[in-house]
């Protein structure tokens, strides 16, 4: 599960609030950050997590696609790892 930071950032990247605590009462928002709702902050914690399964398995498929290719060419990862690649 996302913790509160994960979740800040995910829905502020550039920052611009200041978190005492991990409640959303506790978020102090600065005059150039736009400010989210409470349900917005609660509903991020799904929403992140739902990004990370998706960024993870991407990161799978690629890492599948990448080895497949290596063997297409009769390659594996530690062929490539003993040549310093």
């Given at each position: 599960m996302a913790s509160p930071e994960q979740v800040l950032l995910f829905l502020r990247p550039n920052g611009g609030y200041?978190?005492?605590g991990t409640e959303y009462e506790g978020i102090i928002f600065q005059p150039s950050c736009e400010p989210?709702?409470?349900?917005?902050?609660?509903?991020?914690?799904?929403?992140?997590d739902a990004w990370k399964a998706q960024q993870e398995a991407e990161q799978a498929a690629a890492k599948a696609a990448?080895?497949?290719?290596?063997e297409a060419l009769g390659l594996t990862a530690d062929d490539l790892k003993a040549l310093g690649l």
């Open positions: 200041v978190q005492v989210f709702t409470k349900s917005e902050y609660e509903a991020g914690f799904a929403q992140y990448a080895e497949a290719k290596l």
